[in-house]
């Protein structure tokens, strides 16, 4: 397990790619887009050779109802930002506020959670967001356990309803 230390900061900050993608993404045009979050095996540590980089884009007052084909605009415009270093990339999007304030917290918003790397933040807020919201997931005794090569989350009670946010 990770130091406490070390889970209320990016995991991998100083990683050469997560370096390279950040300064691409300091070339993001689209007003839209308020932050790039990477989450998965290279937000973790755990990259093997053959990883794909999960994206998380975080938009507001997004034009594009269609969440696939929004999803579709946003892939091409990641893809073209961040080049051809990188070959295989998925992405996911979320509106800005419903991930600031979520209507239900799923397994997959709580690894992202933990696991973040902010590759691009408009806003300025999302760094502190995160080291809260991970501080208030380690407060609430929610454990996280490898299984297999995915993660699972154990609760401090089972059937208990947590409160992270």
């Keep these: 397990m990770p130091s406490i ?3 209320l900061m990016d995991n991998v900050e ?4 997560v370096n390279l993608l950040k300064s691409r993404f300091t070339a993001l045009k689209e007003p839209c887009i308020k932050a790039v979050i990477m989450f998965g ?4 540590g755990e990259a093997r050779d ?5 994206l998380l884009i975080l938009h507001e007052d997004y034009g594009i ?6 999803r579709r605009h946003l892939y091409n415009l990641i893809r073209e930002t961040i080049g051809e270093d990188f070959e295989d990339v998925t992405v996911i999007d979320m509106d800005l506020k419903r991930f600031l304030n979520p209507i239900e917290i799923t ?3 709580l690894n992202i959670y933990w696991d973040a790397v902010v590759l691009y933040d408009k806003t300025g807020k ?3 967001f995160l080291r809260h919201v991970r501080r208030k997931i ?3 005794g929610l454990k996280r356990v490898r299984d297999g090569m995915a993660y699972r989350w154990i609760l401090p009670k089972p059937m208990e309803e947590v409160k992270i946010l």
């Design 5 to 7: 230390k070390s889970i």
């Design 14 to 17: 100083n990683n050469k790619d």
């Design 41 to 44: 095996s290279r937000a973790r």
């Design 50 to 54: 053959k990883s794909d980089i999960d």
């Design 65 to 70: 109802q269609d969440s696939i084909l929004r």
């Design 107 to 109: 397994s997959l918003l």
């Design 126 to 128: 999302i760094r502190d």
């Design 138 to 140: 380690i407060e609430s």
